[in-house]
Nanobody, 117 residues
């Protein structure tokens, strides 16, 4: 199993920045990718950014150039970060950390990001 714990959400004005963190624990050696998703009220959960093996990153078109996903991997730990800049009201939502293994996927509990216009 993999446990994910997010932190860093909050209230920020439009144009501001936030950094989300996701600490992974448990069977982290088998993780093949980590990602951030978000869900706005009344909308489906959507992929924001993904970090895959081989340092490959993928971003939703709506966040390209404003958000950056990165991973820190000191021994026995993995932490995924999402640096968010130039935030817009439409970035508001619950942000979820995701970790994939070959045959299973894991989710964090989510952290609220609210951008005031």
């Amino acid at each position: 199993q993999v446990q994910l714990a997010e932190s860093g959400g909050g209230l920020v004005q439009a144009g501001g920045s936030l950094r989300l963190s996701c600490a992974a624990s448990g069977m982290i050696n088998s993780i093949v990718s980590m990602a951030w998703y978000r869900q706005a009220p009344g909308k489906q959960r959507e992929l924001v950014a993904r970090f895959e093996s081989g340092e490959k990153t993928t971003y939703a078109d709506s966040v390209k150039g404003r958000f950056t996903i990165s991973l820190s991997r000191p021994s026995a730990k993995i932490t995924a970060y999402l640096q968010m800049s130039s935030l817009k009201a439409e970035d508001t939502g619950v942000y979820y950390c995701n970790a994939d293994r070959i045959t299973s996927t894991f989710w964090g509990q989510g952290t609220q990001v609210t951008v005031s216009s």
